[in-house]
C-alpha cells in the first residue's frame, strides 16, 4: 500500500532534478543525466583543510587557508558553488525541501568514506536563527544533516548549538567583517552528552567564518575534533 501511494503521489506530483527543477523522465532519480554532465564534484588535488579543489597538487592548502588558521580540523564539500548557485537559492528560499533526500545522499555516496574515516558521534547543523526559521519553515541544514544522519546511521544533534543574533548576511560582507558579524551570534544549549569527535553540516562553505565560529564554541565545550560537510563550496582563486 505504502509503495502504491508513492507511486500515486510521484505521478500527480513528478519529482524534478534539483540541479535545472525539471521534471525528471521515469527512468531518472534524483539529478539528471544532463545535469550530471554539467555540474562539477570537488575532486582532487584539495585543500587540506576546507577540501577546496586546488590545480597544483604539491600545494598543501588553497589561497584562503594559507592566509588564515581554522579551529576545525578538516572538510570536505560535494559540489563546486558555482554550478549548482540556483538550485541552492531554491532550497533555501523557495521551499524546496524535498532536495534535502537527493544531496544528503549524494553526500553519502561521493562523501561518504571520507566521513567515516572520522570516526564522528554526531553530526551537528549551522542553525538559523530562530525568527528566521520560522518564517522560512525549516533549516535546510538540518535537513540536509537529516538526511545524511539517516543514510550513514550517525545521529543528528540539531539543538545542541544556537543561533542568539539575527546576523548580516555574509555573502555582503567582507572576511573581516564576517568574523565581527559572528561574534557571540552561537551559544551552546544545556546538554549533558560529551561529544569528543564532531561534523558539522552546513550547505555552502565561503571563507570558512560560520564555521570557525561554531567550532571555537565547541572546542571550548571540550570536543576535540571538529570536521565539516556542506553541500557546495566556492572555487581557489
Not at 544533516?145 to 555573502?171: H, M, Q, S
Request: hydrophobic content about 35%.
Amino acid at each position: 500500500m505504502h509503495k502504491l501511494l508513492e507511486c500515486l503521489g510521484e505521478l500527480l506530483y513528478p519529482p524534478r532534478c534539483p540541479v535545472c527543477d525539471k521534471v525528471n523522465r521515469l527512468w531518472d532519480k534524483g539529478i539528471c543525466k544532463e545535469c550530471l554532465q554539467k555540474i562539477r564534484y570537488v575532486k582532487p588535488p584539495r585543500c587540506l583543510k576546507c577540501g577546496k579543489h586546488i590545480e597544483n597538487e604539491a600545494q598543501e592548502f588553497c589561497t584562503d587557508c594559507e592566509k588564515r588558521e581554522h579551529y576545525f580540523t578538516e572538510g570536505r564539500a560535494l559540489f563546486v558553488y558555482k554550478d549548482i548557485a540556483r538550485s541552492v537559492h531554491r532550497f533555501k528560499y523557495q521551499g524546496r525541501r524535498e532536495y534535502a533526500s537527493v544531496y544528503g545522499s549524494e553526500m553519502a555516496y561521493y562523501l561518504g568514506d571520507c566521513i567515516r574515516s572520522w570516526h564522528a558521534q554526531a553530526l551537528i547543523p549551522i542553525p538559523l536563527y530562530l525568527k528566521k526559521e520560522r518564517r522560512r519553515g525549516y533549516n535546510q541544514a538540518a535537513l540536509l544533516a537529516k538526511a545524511l544522519g539517516t543514510e550513514l546511521g550517525i545521529p543528528v544533534y540539531e539543538g545542541l548549538v544556537k543561533r542568539i543574533r539575527n546576523t548580516t548576511p555574509l555573502k555582503q560582507l567582507n572576511p573581516e567583517e564576517r568574523l565581527n558579524n559572528l561574534k557571540k551570534a552561537f551559544i551552546l544549549a544545556e546538554n549533558g552528552v560529551k561529544l569528543k569527535r564532531v561534523i558539522i553540516v552546513d550547505d555552502i562553505y565561503t571563507t570558512g567564518s560560520t564555521l570557525d565560529a561554531v567550532s571555537k564554541l565547541l572546542k571550548e565545550w571540550g570536543v576535540e575534533e571538529i570536521f565539516f560537510v556542506t553541500l557546495a563550496i566556492g572555487e581557489n582563486v
